[in-house]
């Protein structure tokens, strides 16, 4: 049988302490299931500050050969932000093609939401991966002078929005059949026409999948005061990014919250991620959830085929959190009380 390569990024801070679990848990749901091999990567502000190197080629020649990479965050206080985020993250994200975020929020039984009367959260959001304010494009002239100018251009294409947008018809018929697209069409009138009308014309080939609108300053608004009314929101990378941390908060917090740069294509390895950073307010002290990252493995079962070995992962964390969810843990604990449960 095939022998699948998942590489493994630890990264930075968290990202550090929480991959280990994800990692052991793929390992535990694959026994006898499927053989996998692990190709840990050094890649971070450690590696920064000590060579220089981000992403050397090398490096990512071989994460391309890989079939799945599991990652836990990066990002360092000591490194000028954007340094690592940009060459080293989204550099994987766009070079692997990753073009759909997948990011599923559920309130699990057993998890406090900050909301009094939160009802049943199970949502997922389709965030585009590959464009948008995430491009790179724009600059600064004329830095540091009173004159300077600095531009981020937001790139939307109609086939990097119709690809998205099919994979969220095709994700809403599994489930309620319900997409709800976010974005800013009442200012953005360029891009967020453009995204309406690709939703619309896919939408006919989707007669079952209702769909409507808000524009992202509403649904922030929606995600705390009725979030049970969503079941696919869809939208781009930067109103995605903000709206999953605001998700992840309702649903009990990030340390629940895991996702999957998908490139649906499958011409290039997908990756698996908790939605939170390197988390330096709390690095180094053993206390992050590494319930986040452990989910991101269960995603990457069911990418590769595996679902009921993921299964037993989602069965393990609800059992956890149902029982153990409301009690002061450290990262280890959690981990060993999830793994004991696959
Ligand atoms: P963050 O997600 O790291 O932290 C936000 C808050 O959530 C912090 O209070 C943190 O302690 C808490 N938190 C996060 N994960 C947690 C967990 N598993 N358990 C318990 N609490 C958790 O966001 P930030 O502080 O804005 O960013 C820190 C660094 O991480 C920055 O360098 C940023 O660029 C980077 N970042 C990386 C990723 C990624 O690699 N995917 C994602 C977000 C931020
Ligand atoms: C995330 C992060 C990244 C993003 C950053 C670190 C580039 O916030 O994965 O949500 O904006 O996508
Ligand atoms: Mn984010």
């Not at 304010?133 to 540091?144: H, I, P, S």
């Not at 294409?157 to 994700?171: H, S």
Request: glycine share 10%; net charge negative; hydrophobic share 40%.
């Amino acid at each position: 049988s095939k022998t699948y390569t998942i590489a493994v990024i630890p990264g930075d801070g968290i990202g550090k302490e929480v991959t280990p679990w994800a990692q052991k848990a793929l390992e535990k749901a694959a026994e006898g299931v499927a053989d996998f091999t692990y190709e840990p990567f050094d890649l971070g502000a450690e590696r920064y500050l000590r060579d220089g190197a981000i992403l050397p080629d090398d490096e990512l020649e071989r994460i391309k050969k890989t079939d799945a990479i599991l990652l836990g965050a990066v990002g360092d206080p000591r490194i000028k932000a954007g340094i690592l985020e940009r060459g080293l993250l989204l550099k994987l994200r766009f070079a692997l093609d990753q073009y759909v975020n997948l990011r599923p929020s559920k309130l699990y039984k057993g998890v406090t939401s900050p909301l009094a009367n939160p009802g049943d959260i199970d949502f997922v959001v389709v965030r585009e991966g590959t464009e948008g304010l995430y491009c790179g494009a724009g600059g600064a002239v004329r830095r540091g002078t009173p004159q300077e100018v600095a531009t981020e251009v937001s790139i939307n294409t109609a086939y990097g929005v119709e690809r998205v947008v099919r994979y969220a018809f095709e994700l809403a018929m599994k489930r309620r059949k319900h997409i709800t697209l976010v974005h800013k069409k009442n200012v953005l009138v360029n891009a967020g026409d453009m995204w309406q009308r690709i939703v619309d014309k896919v939408g006919e080939e989707y007669p079952e999948v209702t769909h409507d609108y808000s524009h992202i300053d509403a649904a922030t608004i929606f995600l705390v005061s009725n979030p049970s009314k969503f079941d696919v929101i869809l939208t781009d990378n930067l109103f995605g990014d903000i709206l999953t941390d605001e998700a992840g908060a309702v649903v009990g917090g990030v340390g629940y919250s895991a996702s999957g740069c998908i490139n649906a294509s499958n011409e290039y390895p997908s990756m698996f991620e908790p939605i939170h950073g390197s988390a330096p307010d709390i690095a180094g002290k053993g206390i992050a959830n590494p319930t986040a990252a452990i989910l991101s493995a269960a995603m990457l079962l069911e990418h590769l085929g595996f679902d009921d070995a993921a299964k037993k992962i989602h069965a393990a964390v609800e059992a956890d959190i149902e029982e153990l969810g409301s009690t002061q843990r450290t990262t280890d604990q959690v981990g060993e009380d999830i793994l004991a449960r696959i």
